[in-house]
Structures are given as C-alpha cells and as structure tokens.
C-alpha cells in the first residue's frame, strides 16, 4: 500500500516536470554579478528548467538546514534524556541486585 501511495505520487511529478523541461529548453543568460561591479562578464547560459530546477533544489537544501539547525535543541535534550534514563536504569538493576531476595523489588517495564 505504501509503494503504491509513493507512486501515486511521484509519477504525476515526475510527469509535471518532464513537461516543464520540455516546454523550458530554451537557453537564459543567468547574471551571477547583478549590481555589474565585476569587470568580467559574470553570465551562465543554461536552458530555463536547468535554472529553476537548481533553484528550487537549493532552497530544499537550505531549508532543509535551516530546519536542522532550529531543532538542535530538541535534539541535544533528546540525547540528554536518553543519557539520564540509561543511567537510572543502571541504577536501578544495581540496587535490584544488592537488595536481598526477600525484599526483591518488582520489575519494571522499560517504557520505548
């Protein structure tokens, strides 16, 4: 079910996008230097869907960063939870195996 979800998906995009390309092959003067304080002539020419798609992945790109860098917090704290709990469950097998069977403590369920 899940492939087939992907695919319902991903084959009506992939359609649009080779429809885009098709219909934007033709080559744009892309200016690198836009203020023109370059004594060099700093254009690319490349076909109008090379441009916007490489554009469009970029912003994936940093903003898929950008997302990874405003979750760091929640990441260290996750990490820093997961340190205490293997702690304290050390902690506690310990004590289990000091304590006398007669005052056995009851097992706990790890919670995942």
């Known amino acids: 079910m899940k492939t087939f979800l992907k695919a319902l998906v991903l084959v009506p995009l992939a359609l649009v996008i080779t429809l885009f390309a098709v219909a934007n092959r033709q080559t744009v003067a892309v200016q690198l230097d ?3 304080w ?11 869907f090379l441009v916007l798609l490489l554009a469009l992945a970029l912003g994936v790109v940093v903003g898929g ?3 990874w860098l405003g979750q760091a917090r929640y990441r260290r704290a996750a990490r820093v939870h997961a340190r205490e709990a293997a702690r304290t469950r050390a902690e506690l097998e310990r004590v289990r195996e000091e304590a006398p069977a007669s005052r056995a403590l009851p097992a706990v369920s790890a919670i995942h």
């Open 38 to 48: 370059s004594d060099q002539n700093l254009t690319l020419a490349a076909p109008l």
């Open 65 to 67: 960063g950008a997302v």
């Open 34 to 36: 836009p203020l023109g």
